[in-house]
């Protein structure tokens, strides 16, 4: 079965949860790069696809969020676009492969490609190119393309045009599904101004196959955008991917409030609204993906 087939079977599918606050749970320093362990501690990144194949995700991410050439220059990476993409892809592919998955499930998880924002402004406000912003995206797009990946997300992008460009420099180079997914604030837009109704019009309109939220302030806020990306596309493929909410400092630890049982009860909301994919962003971990699992059976 290929991702897609999954998808129109209208069965929502079960992504996964954090990555970065997960690796970060599992020993990497606060501040450091996620991608920097796929090469200095791959055993880890491998676990962690495991885990949460084993929790019950149909799709598990590849840790390459910020593994972009514009944003690994900050951590003298640039040169290694290719190597980091390509082992992410193949370390999450052997995780999954190594999971015990329920046989009331689907025969296999999916491993999708994340692309994250380059982390810069893009012209007029700021100095990044949308030219040079593209070729960043269509470089570490097509390393995930070769090393063979189901589907790709590019995501928790606020600026829409940063959107696009990623979009198209993905669907340049690779022939599956591409998602894309925005970051919304409080306020119902993203931290660029752009709503929700606007995002999913464009991004469907420029080819993505699943558009959704992800990150932001929680449940609740992705709730109310992927409502609001469905009362103007009814029948629109989306995504609604939240953090377990705002993190909080508690005795010099960062925490994250919402339950597993409360991502359960988001899930179940989810399921009734008929969104396609669901998942949990920074804060989520196996255990509340289990627990959205056994609500999603």
Known sequence: M??????LAKRPLLADGATGTMLQSMGLPVGEPPEKWTLERPEAV???????AEAGSDLVYTNTFGANRIRLKRF???????????????????????A??????????FVVASIGPTGE?????????????????????AALS??????FVCETFSDLNEALICLKAVKSVAKVPVIVSMSFEENGRTMMGVTPEDAVSRLLDEGAFVVGANCSIGPEVVER???????????????AKPNAGKPQLVEGKVVYPVTPKEMAEFASRMRDLGIAIIGGCCGTTPEHIAAMRDVLK
Not at 80 to 89: P, Y
């Open 76 to 98: 003298g990476l640039a040169d290694k676009v290719a190597e980091l993409n390509r082992l992410a892809v193949q370390l999450a592919r052997e995780g999954v492969s190594k």
């Open 146 to 151: 070769e090393a063979g990946v189901d589907a």
């Open 2 to 7: 290929t991702f897609e087939e999954a998808i």
């Open 100 to 109: 015990n998955r329920p046989s009331s499930l689907l025969p296999q998880t």
């Open 46 to 52: 491998k676990e962690l696809a495991q885990r949460y």
């Open 225 to 239: 955008a992927v409502k609001a990306m469905k009362s103007v596309h009814p029948e629109a493929l989306l995504l």
């Open 121 to 141: 402004l893009l012209e007029p406000y700021g100095d990044l190119e949308p030219e040079v912003a593209q070729e960043a995206f269509a470089e570490q797009a």
